[in-house]
């Protein structure tokens, strides 16, 4: 079983959203995420050791510590402000 948690960063944005329908993409691309803890694209440089995955404009960031067999929703954010 993984341990999965949230970073405080993410919940603050994930509370101010409004749509319905993106609130059930992010439930849906983390449950994905708990199947898989590698279904993410590898980030490099400054954010090596993290993952992400796309939600349309947004992207959603995790780091997953294998040993430890913990997730760590890092942050969602618009695609053009990485």
Do not use: W
Request: proline fraction near 5%.
């Amino acid at each position: 079983m993984v341990n999965v948690n949230f970073h405080p960063k993410f919940k603050q944005k994930v509370s101010k959203l409004k749509d319905s329908h993106l609130l059930g993409k992010v439930k849906k691309q983390i449950k994905k995420i708990i199947e898989n803890p590698h279904v993410g694209k590898p980030m490099r440089n400054i954010r090596k050791g993290t993952r992400e995955v796309y939600i349309s404009p947004f992207r959603l960031s995790y780091a997953y510590l294998e040993s430890e067999r913990k997730i760590i929703i890092l942050d969602l954010y618009h695609k053009d402000k990485q």
